[in-house]
C-alpha cells in the first residue's frame, strides 16, 4: 500500500479555483487514483476517478464539467483541478488508491487500497 499525501486545500470565495495535489510514497503508476469529499454531517463520497492508465476518468454528477482529475508529470502525483466552486463543495478531500477504478467510481469505499489524510476546502458565497 502507498501512503498518500493531498494537499493544495484552502478557502476561496464561490466561483474561484483551487488545484489539490496528492503525492504517493511510491508510484502510483500501476494503480486507479480517485478523490471522495466529505462534508459535515454527510457520509464520505465519490468526486472523481482516474484508471490505471489514464486513459479513463469518471466524475460524479454533482463536479461533472468543473472539476477534473490527471496524473502529475511523474508517476507519484495525481491532481483534481476544481473550477467554479460552490459552497456546497465545501468538504475535506481525500485520495484514494486501487487497483481497479471501478472501486473507487463504484464507491466501494471499504475495498478501497489507500487512503489519504485528508484536505480541508471551504467554500464561501
Known amino acids: 500500500q502507498a501512503r498518500l499525501v493531498e494537499s493544495g486545500g484552502g478557502s476561496v470565495q464561490a466561483g474561484e479555483s483551487l488545484t489539490l495535489s496528492c503525492a504517493g510514497s511510491?508510484?502510483?503508476?500501476?494503480?486507479?487514483m480517485g478523490w471522495f469529499r466529505q462534508a459535515p454531517g454527510k457520509e464520505r463520497e465519490f468526486v472523481a476517478a482516474?484508471?490505471?492508465?489514464?486513459?479513463?476518468?469518471y466524475y460524479a454528477d454533482s463536479v461533472k464539467g468543473r472539476f477534473s482529475i490527471s496524473r502529475g508529470n511523474g508517476e507519484n502525483t495525481v491532481s483534481l483541478q476544481m473550477n467554479s466552486l460552490k459552497p456546497e463543495d465545501t468538504a475535506i478531500y481525500y485520495c484514494?488508491?486501487?487497483?481497479?477504478?471501478?472501486?473507487?467510481?463504484?464507491?466501494?469505499?471499504?475495498?478501497?487500497?489507500?487512503w489519504g489524510q485528508g484536505t480541508q476546502v471551504t467554500v464561501s458565497s
Open positions: 482516474l484508471s490505471r492508465t489514464g486513459g479513463s476518468t
Open positions: 511510491r508510484g502510483l503508476g500501476d494503480y486507479a
Open positions: 484514494a488508491s486501487n487497483p481497479n477504478s471501478w472501486v473507487l467510481y463504484k464507491n466501494l469505499q471499504s475495498d478501497i487500497d489507500s
